[in-house]
């Protein structure tokens, strides 16, 4: 489903120039003008024809532009009001479809703003706040969540620390949370060169849905417990657990042993820790 604008809409590229917008460092800015490489990443959560689409820091609209054409009706958080006027354009040349809230994303209730229906997300995530947001749609008590599907741009580095095995240099936090509940896997990487500015590192686009949550799990315990785990990754459990009360007899009752250091705790055993702590 492709749908056109009813306006004509020049290059992002040149509409950016004849707005005087530049990148804000400050923001976490990076701009994409590659529309096919654009759609390629819409594309990723599969038909958004009348679907609804949360969109975090659209900054002037490219990946917005795809998602439209691509036939979502997207509610934007744009904090940048040098943008607002770009997404103005986009909105008339898309009517109907383009909600812009002009806010930080940290401060709005997405369910909120997304009326009870079930939505994607799809953002090219600002790296400064890009993991408090992703961790933030990963910890809902209520599951399986409201969204349908997180389609993420990250740095290439956190990308593959999401998708990481136990044992793996980049197994840590992110991997339990990302994947205890949920399916997570990198759907593309994208250059450096792909971004105006280039960044110093290259990207990775994370696409993750919600799978079957084990029974008789406390999302908050299980995050506290790998939040303090990983925290002194280089200790011992028995060291790095000492905050969370009775984790170390639990963990030992559960054959973890407590000499062990966090990066070689599964998944599924962090899942059993947290299950025997809230029994």
């Not at 933030?136 to 008590?141: C, D, K």
């Not at 209520?142 to 969204?147: D, F, L």
């Not at 590192?201 to 908050?220: C, F, L, R």
């Not at 030992?252 to 962090?270: C, Q, Y």
């Amino acid at each position: 489903m492709t749908i056109e604008p009813q306006v004509p809409l020049p290059p992002l590229r040149e509409t950016v120039r004849t707005h005087g917008l530049q990148a804000s460092k400050a923001l976490g800015q990076n701009f994409l003008f590659d529309e096919q490489l654009l759609d390629r990443i819409a594309a990723i959560p599969g038909d958004l024809g009348g679907v609804t689409v949360f969109e975090v820091g659209p900054g002037p609209g490219g990946l917005t532009r795809a998602l439209l054409r691509a036939g979502a009706k997207v509610i934007a958080v744009e904090r940048d009001d040098r943008c607002l006027p770009l997404l103005g354009e986009l909105g008339e040349a898309f009517p109907g479809q383009l909600t812009v809230i002009a806010d930080d994303a940290m401060a709005v209730d997405v369910n909120a703003l997304t009326g009870g229906v079930p939505y994607h997300i799809v953002a090219n995530l600002p790296y400064n706040v890009g993991t408090a947001l992703f961790t933030r749609w990963l910890e809902p008590a209520a599951w399986p969540p409201r969204w349908l599907s997180l389609t993420l741009m990250f740095q290439l580095e956190v990308a593959e620390r999401i998708v990481a095995p136990v044992g793996s240099d980049a197994y840590g936090r992110l991997a339990v949370l990302a994947q205890w509940r949920s399916t997570a896997k990198i759907a593309m990487k994208v250059h450096r060169s792909a971004f105006t500015p280039p960044p110093k590192v290259m990207s990775a686009i994370v696409h993750v849905t919600p799978a079957d949550q084990p029974e008789g799990v406390n999302p908050k315990l299980l995050s506290k417990l790998t939040e303090k785990g990983f925290g002194q990754r280089r200790k011992m459990l028995r060291q790095s657990l000492k905050g969370v009360e009775g984790a170390v007899a639990a963990a030992d009752a559960l054959g973890i042993e407590p000499t062990r250091r966090a990066e070689t705790v599964s998944v599924a055993e962090w899942v059993a820790l947290a299950r025997k702590l809230g029994a």
